[in-house]
């Protein structure tokens, strides 16, 4: 496993919460199998066995070998059969892939996937949050993009981001 993926500043209170999302919405949907797109760190595979006791088969692909996946591949040429998965997770991948790429992503993570897919992609860009805990109301969140930065990619490795990347006019060609 590459050292990138077991830092602090890889793995940061933003990444956390998008593991909790991805765990959660995995195990809401009960499946018996689950593929998992780009392993990463690996937290939301050891996760999903922790939590649900390794009932769920899960399977993982990445195009790095170095995270040791079950499986050397590509998003955009899955190696595995039709509905071969009750779930598939790709979260924080498909923005490393170029943007004309993305439908063919999605089209080959659709094949493979029986019920449920979760995907998660990089949204950059500026702004103010407000948050707050009020009695009796609870937590309440501002927030207000500043129209005076630029929209940026806080990656070199992303081709795109929502919000910076590609514009509409791109996007739908």
Known sequence: ???EYLTLKYNSRVRWLS???QIS????SSPDNVLIIGKGSGITENSINILSENRIKIVTIDINDAVNPDVAGDVISLPFRDNSFDAAICCQVLEHIPFDRFP???SEI???????IILSVPHKRKHLKLAVSIPFLGDKQLIIKSPLTKRYCSSKQH???IGRGV???EALK
Not at 25 to 28: F, I, N, S
Not at 110 to 116: F, G, I, L, N, T
């Open 1 to 3: 496993m590459t050292k």
């Open 19 to 21: 593991y909790w999302y």
């Open 25 to 28: 919405e995995t195990l809401d």
């Open 104 to 106: 063919a992503a999605l």
């Open 110 to 116: 659709s094949r493979v996937a029986k019920k449920r």
């Open 159 to 161: 081709f795109w981001e």
């Open 167 to 169: 514009s509409r006019k």
